[in-house]
């Protein structure tokens, strides 16, 4: 086959509105080998706009003594005729230049088409990125003038080829699932598969010995390992292996090509150890540099082994658990002289079910493009993935919501009825987890087994809490509720409310081709299904309206309005009626699932008759009716019942549907339930953190985490950074006290000050906010100050991509400002030349309008304690210290921190937040004068 993979360089985005082409790239591809190049730059005879100038690097000069496109369609029009047309977004390229033929009086092209990036979200489902820039990086080719049609089109070439590579190895089962999503797909894939098909057919190739093929679906092969070996005589505990450990010629050193004892690493892991020997609970904050995680990971390893008892090693986020997996793991096997079996277990939800999938692919006729895709994309990760986490997928919105239907879930699972049980990734993830000395989980997990007794980790006795400073928010988290109308539109549309819609249709066939409709007043499920429905959206338009009336502040950072409420203190007839409305979807939940249990009898008294694929449908639609159940008791709790010790709270979309409506309760405090469930029941759990004291002292987190009655030793392990030599904190003075200016008066001198660091500096920079509305104010000031092409501006919500992305673009970048608000307080890592300035707006305190906030500091004041010291403050300064712990990553790293907020040291409590840092020499001054001095600072 022939195709011509094209790529132009224009003046815009539509040839009808004037835009013209600037430069083309054309390469032929025949019997899999690049036979041709061909490139020109264009003359539109129109200026180029400058941003694509910028983008392009493509000058008005360049294009002058240029062909006009007119000039080339005899060189171009041979090259397409006949071929395929490949491009990296199609649909640009191809409309754009049949458009440009058109205007030139040609016909337009009719081409079979490809599109390379169809085709590497098909055939790339874990990338993270589909950006061509991206994916040339991802593959190594070589790219070196992105955005210029010539070498985009050699880049796009290469792709195509790895891409047609990886299609035609797919095993044989799995091209042939893919034929009928090929047919509707952008891409002409279907001839090219059935290519594929049929020379795999024709040369007698098997896929069996190299995948798992079962039930029409091709696997990737995966060896259950789970036989727990002997430990071997010549095991020393930890503390008789320091020698080997830890010695010039030790294991450690021969880990690391540079490797330097850190003397705070080793005296962390003679705690940790001296923790689960002696059955003691420990908090223990290592500064940043430390090498924490192998500081627990090692000992852990030697207690597990030894004792043969599973340790759990639990984290906040997941970036933490891969570099646990990824980087610590593969250090770890190479230090321990002795096998360790680490498995890595999530909440379940993040597993496919391959029972649920294998249904979905029957079923594709009235799917959208995006759930199309995203079942294709799955066919072919089945083929590579060995724990089918949807992590390692990147999946389009549609296919988030897809995801939904094929997860793992406890109340459709069919267990060893299942075909799939023994090959189910949820189960295989929990029998690694049996069989190992470590387990790797998030606190979400942690506190789903705590919270539901659901026992889904292995019995355990010893546990690792990394980001301990957010054990309370996540335990608060899971100890509260929440429930909201979409939940209920979700699960509803899923089941339909008639028997010609949604799981019911199918449920109203089953019952005719088993012969019981007869035995049903069929007319009940539908009439009660569907006044439930109506009195949903009835309660939470209520709801809604009653917010409306009672709202007393603007909308908060995520732009909905929030109303802390306690029910049976509400008054007026208004919130009777909604009470009343609330009973009667109680009432209407409970007879809708009484007639629909009634049905789930019928089908329960001749489960001998029914195949694995209808008990397979049966039970989704009870997971379903659970699921319904479950979220309509949330309600209930929600408006109907009031616990002192929680507090409640609503929040409205002001501009959205009128049943936008969310509802929330969490525990004021979480101390006691932690101490009773699981400080008591464990026998040693060391907690660590970069942030856990305040001023030296772990009180404040002793208290809050229920550890007080429990002697848990506190130890700090300073950071081994040198920051006296390393950082300086600088403290504009002549920036305005936050109290004697208006928001946007402050958020403008704040936006003068940060352009002028970064022109004096010249060098990277990250702004951290504590409000968006803040950071939206003073990025648009700094953006009308930018009147120069070097400096990038990367704002969180002002620049299109998730954190990651953000934060990608920011690494890439030469020179740029990185604003953000509170994700960005912690987990950024950018040594060196990739972050020289930090400025911190304000101290971060928590908005006052946070209805837990509110409820922890009138609960401080019912004790008699002093709220602002003892709540808001200290929640700050752990905030502020995850903030400055962004600058100085290695030991080779230099910086400057600002921070724009007086009341640092200005106030008496602002002296806490200087005195929670580690050593570092602060200077006050006027801007200029701080710039003049310290300008050199990071040379």
């Given at each position: 086959?022939?195709?011509?993979?094209?790529?132009?360089?224009?003046?815009g985005h539509s040839a009808a509105q004037g835009d013209r082409i600037i430069?083309?790239?054309?390469?032929?591809?025949?019997?899999?080998?690049?036979?041709?190049?061909?490139?020109?730059?264009?003359?539109?005879?129109?200026?180029?706009?400058?941003?694509?100038?910028?983008?392009?690097?493509?000058?008005?000069?360049?294009?002058?003594?240029?062909?006009?496109?007119?000039?080339?369609?005899?060189?171009?029009?041979?090259?397409?005729?006949?071929?395929?047309?490949?491009?990296?977004?199609?649909?640009?390229?191809?409309?754009?230049?049949?458009?440009?033929?058109?205007?030139?009086?040609?016909?337009?092209?009719?081409?079979?088409?490809?599109?390379?990036?169809?085709?590497?979200?098909?055939?790339?489902?874990?990338?993270?990125?589909?950006?061509?820039?991206?994916?040339?990086?991802?593959?190594?080719?070589?790219?070196?003038?992105?955005?210029?049609?010539?070498?985009?089109?050699?880049?796009?070439?290469?792709?195509?080829?790895?891409?047609?590579?990886?299609?035609?190895?797919?095993?044989?089962?799995?091209?042939?699932?893919?034929?009928?999503?090929?047919?509707?797909?952008?891409?002409?894939?279907?001839?090219?598969?059935?290519?594929?098909?049929?020379?795999?057919l024709v040369k007698g190739i098997k896929d069996d010995d190299a995948f798992?093929?079962?039930?029409?679906?091709?696997?990737?092969?995966?060896?259950?390992?789970?036989?727990?070996?002997?430990?071997?005589?010549?095991?020393?505990?930890?503390?008789?292996?320091?020698?080997?450990?830890?010695?010039?010629?030790?294991?450690?050193?021969?880990?690391?090509?540079?490797?330097?004892?850190?003397?705070?690493?080793?005296?962390?892991?003679?705690?940790?150890?001296?923790?689960?020997?002696?059955?003691?609970?420990?908090?223990?904050?290592?500064?940043?540099?430390?090498?924490?995680?192998?500081?627990?990971?090692?000992?852990?390893?030697?207690?597990?082994?030894?004792?043969?008892?599973?340790?759990?090693?639990?984290?906040?986020?997941?970036?933490?658990?891969?570099?646990?997996?990824?980087?610590?793991?593969?250090?770890?096997?190479?230090?321990?002289?002795?096998?360790?079996?680490?498995?890595?277990?999530?909440?379940?939800?993040?597993?496919?079910?391959?029972?649920?999938?294998?249904?979905?692919?029957?079923?594709?006729?009235?799917?959208?493009?995006?759930?199309?895709?995203?079942?294709?994309?799955?066919?072919?990760?089945?083929?590579?993935?060995?724990?089918?986490?949807?992590?390692?997928?990147?999946?389009?919105?549609?296919?988030?919501?897809?995801?939904?239907?094929?997860?793992?879930?406890?109340?459709?699972?069919?267990?060893?009825?299942?075909?799939?049980?023994?090959?189910?990734?949820?189960?295989?993830?929990?029998?690694?987890?049996?069989?190992?000395?470590?387990?790797?989980?998030?606190?979400?997990?942690?506190?789903?087994?705590?919270?539901?007794?659901?026992?889904?980790?292995?019995?355990?006795?010893?546990?690792?809490?990394?980001?301990?400073?957010?054990?309370?928010?996540?335990?608060?988290?899971?100890?509260?509720?929440?429930?909201?109308?979409?939940?209920?539109?979700?699960?509803?549309?899923?089941?339909?409310?008639?028997?010609?819609?949604?799981?019911?249709?199918?449920?109203?066939?089953?019952?005719?081709?088993?012969?019981?409709?007869?035995?049903?007043?069929?007319?009940?499920?539908?009439?009660?299904?569907?006044?439930?429905?109506?009195?949903?959206?009835?309660?939470?338009?209520?709801?809604?309206?009653?917010?409306?009336?009672?709202?007393?502040?603007?909308?908060?950072?995520?732009?909905?309005?929030?109303?802390?409420?306690?029910?049976?203190?509400?008054?007026?007839?208004?919130?009777?009626?909604?009470?009343?409305?609330?009973?009667?979807?109680?009432?209407?939940?409970?007879?809708?699932?009484?007639?629909?249990?009634?049905?789930?009898?019928?089908?329960?008294?001749?489960?001998?008759?029914?195949?694995?694929?209808?008990?397979?449908?049966?039970?989704?639609?009870?997971?379903?009716?659970?699921?319904?159940?479950?979220?309509?008791?949330?309600?209930?709790?929600?408006?109907?019942?009031?616990?002192?010790?929680?507090?409640?709270?609503?929040?409205?979309?002001?501009?959205?549907?009128?049943?936008?409506?969310?509802?929330?309760?969490?525990?004021?405090?979480?101390?006691?339930?932690?101490?009773?469930?699981?400080?008591?029941?464990?026998?040693?759990?060391?907690?660590?953190?970069?942030?856990?004291?305040i001023n030296g002292s772990f009180e404040y987190q002793k208290k809050k985490?229920?550890?007080?009655?429990?002697?848990?030793?506190?130890?700090?392990?300073?950071?081994?950074?040198?920051?006296?030599?390393?950082?300086?904190?600088?403290?504009?003075?002549?920036?305005?006290?936050?109290?004697?200016?208006?928001?946007?008066?402050?958020?403008?001198?704040?936006?003068?000050?940060?352009?002028?660091?970064?022109?004096?500096?010249?060098?990277?920079?990250?702004?951290?906010?504590?409000?968006?509305?803040?950071?939206?104010?003073?990025?648009?000031?700094?953006?009308?100050?930018?009147?120069?092409?070097?400096?990038?501006?990367?704002?969180?919500?002002?620049?299109?991509?998730?954190?990651?992305?953000?934060?990608?673009?920011?690494?890439?970048?030469?020179?740029?400002?990185?604003?953000?608000?509170?994700?960005?307080?912690?987990?950024?890592?950018?040594?060196?030349?990739?972050?020289?300035?930090?400025?911190?707006?304000?101290?971060?305190?928590?908005?006052?309008?946070?209805?837990?906030?509110?409820?922890?500091?009138?609960?401080?004041?019912?004790?008699?304690?002093?709220?602002?010291?003892?709540?808001?403050?200290?929640?700050?300064?752990?905030?502020?210290?995850?903030?400055?712990?962004?600058?100085?990553?290695?030991?080779?790293?230099?910086?400057?921190?600002?921070?724009?907020?007086?009341?640092?040291?200005?106030?008496?409590?602002?002296?806490?937040?200087?005195?929670?840092?580690?050593?570092?020499?602060?200077?006050?001054?006027?801007?200029?004068?701080?710039?003049?001095?310290?300008?050199?600072?990071?040379?």
């Amino acid at each position: 086959m022939k195709y011509v993979v094209i790529d132009l360089e224009t003046t815009g985005h539509s040839a009808a509105q004037g835009d013209r082409i600037i430069q083309v790239g054309a390469i032929i591809i025949e019997e899999g080998e690049i036979v041709e190049r061909f490139s020109s730059f264009i003359n539109p005879e129109v200026p180029i706009p400058p941003f694509i100038e910028e983008l392009t690097g493509i000058t008005d000069e360049m294009v002058t003594q240029a062909p006009t496109f007119h000039d080339i369609i005899p060189m171009l029009i041979p090259m397409i005729d006949g071929a395929n047309f490949v491009a990296h977004n199609v649909q640009f390229d191809l409309t754009f230049l049949q458009r440009q033929l058109e205007i030139e009086g040609y016909d337009t092209v009719s081409v079979s088409s490809f599109d390379t990036v169809e085709l590497a979200r098909l055939l790339l489902p874990e990338q993270e990125s589909y950006k061509l820039t991206h994916l040339a990086d991802f593959l190594g080719f070589s790219h070196d003038r992105p955005h210029q049609a010539d070498s985009d089109a050699e880049v796009t070439a290469h792709l195509f080829l790895m891409l047609l590579h990886k299609l035609s190895n797919l095993p044989l089962l799995t091209l042939q699932q893919l034929i009928p999503f090929a047919r509707r797909l952008r891409s002409q894939l279907e001839i090219l598969i059935e290519q594929f098909i049929h020379d795999k057919l024709v040369k007698g190739i098997k896929d069996d010995d190299a995948f798992d093929c079962y039930r029409q679906l091709a696997l990737k092969k995966i060896e259950d390992s789970g036989t727990k070996e002997a430990i071997s005589s010549s095991f020393k505990p930890f503390s008789q292996s320091q020698q080997e450990l830890f010695t010039e010629d030790g294991k450690l050193s021969h880990a690391f090509s540079d490797y330097e004892a850190r003397s705070g690493q080793i005296e962390m892991m003679n705690h940790v150890d001296d923790a689960f020997h002696q059955f003691q609970h420990m908090m223990i904050e290592a500064g940043t540099g430390t090498g924490k995680s192998l500081a627990y990971f090692i000992p852990a390893a030697y207690y597990a082994v030894e004792e043969k008892k599973p340790v759990v090693i639990s984290t906040q986020t997941i970036p933490l658990q891969e570099q646990l997996l990824n980087r610590d793991l593969p250090l770890l096997k190479k230090i321990l002289p002795f096998n360790v079996r680490v498995a890595l277990l999530k909440g379940r939800s993040h597993y496919l079910c391959l029972r649920k999938f294998e249904t979905s692919i029957k079923n594709i006729e009235t799917d959208t493009y995006d759930i199309l895709l995203t079942k294709a994309q799955i066919l072919i990760w089945l083929t590579e993935t060995e724990h089918g986490d949807v992590e390692e997928l990147n999946l389009a919105s549609g296919g988030k919501s897809f995801w939904f239907e094929v997860q793992s879930d406890a109340s459709s699972d069919l267990g060893k009825y299942s075909p799939w049980f023994s090959r189910c990734f949820y189960h295989r993830a929990r029998r690694r987890a049996q069989a190992a000395h470590i387990i790797i989980t998030n606190h979400a997990l942690l506190f789903t087994d705590l919270v539901h007794d659901q026992r889904l980790l292995p019995n355990y006795t010893h546990a690792i809490i990394d980001e301990a400073h957010h054990l309370e928010e996540t335990a608060s988290e899971h100890l509260g509720m929440k429930a909201d109308y979409l939940t209920f539109s979700y699960l509803l549309q899923r089941l339909g409310t008639s028997w010609e819609e949604g799981m019911l249709e199918h449920v109203h066939q089953l019952l005719h081709d088993k012969k019981l409709l007869g035995r049903l007043k069929l007319t009940k499920v539908e009439q009660r299904l569907s006044e439930l429905k109506e009195e949903l959206d009835e309660l939470f338009r209520m709801v809604h309206r009653y917010v409306i009336q009672k709202r007393k502040t603007d909308a908060s950072d995520t732009g909905r309005i929030r109303y802390r409420y306690e029910s049976f203190s509400e008054k007026g007839t208004y919130w009777q009626a909604i009470l009343e409305c609330t009973m009667r979807v109680h009432m209407g939940m409970k007879e809708s699932y009484y007639h629909i249990k009634e049905i789930s009898k019928l089908f329960s008294d001749i489960d001998d008759n029914l195949t694995f694929k209808e008990r397979g449908f049966l039970a989704d639609v009870d997971s379903v009716i659970e699921a319904l159940v479950e979220e309509e008791q949330h309600v209930y709790e929600l408006l109907l019942e009031a616990d002192p010790n929680y507090v409640y709270w609503i929040e409205i979309e002001p501009r959205g549907a009128k049943n936008a409506t969310f509802l929330y309760s969490k525990p004021i405090e979480v101390a006691e339930r932690l101490a009773d469930h699981f400080f008591a029941k464990k026998k040693s759990v060391v907690l660590t953190s970069a942030t856990l004291s305040i001023n030296g002292s772990f009180e404040y987190q002793k208290k809050k985490l229920g550890l007080e009655d429990f002697g848990a030793s506190t130890y700090t392990i300073p950071s081994p950074f040198c920051y006296k030599k390393q950082a300086r904190l600088l403290i504009p003075t002549d920036i305005p006290a936050i109290k004697d200016v208006t928001e946007a008066e402050f958020a403008a001198d704040v936006a003068i000050k940060i352009w002028r660091i970064a022109e004096v500096t010249q060098e990277k920079m990250l702004v951290l906010f504590t409000s968006y509305e803040m950071l939206k104010l003073v990025y648009q000031h700094v953006k009308d100050l930018n009147d120069t092409d070097t400096l990038q501006l990367i704002g969180q919500g002002m620049t299109s991509g998730s954190r990651a992305k953000l934060m990608k673009m920011f690494k890439q970048a030469e020179f740029a400002i990185l604003f953000g608000t509170s994700s960005f307080w912690e987990g950024v890592d950018l040594p060196g030349a990739e972050l020289r300035h930090l400025v911190i707006v304000r101290l971060p305190f928590s908005p006052p309008d946070q209805p837990l906030l509110q409820a922890q500091l009138e609960r401080a004041k019912e004790e008699g304690r002093n709220p602002f010291m003892d709540v808001s403050l200290p929640q700050a300064i752990i905030r502020f210290k995850q903030g400055f712990g962004r600058l100085i990553r290695t030991t080779h790293d230099k910086g400057c921190v600002y921070v724009f907020d007086r009341r640092i040291t200005t106030t008496r409590y602002g002296k806490q937040f200087i005195r929670s840092l580690p050593d570092v020499p602060l200077h006050e001054g006027k801007l200029e004068t701080l710039l003049e001095r310290y300008v050199d600072f990071n040379a």
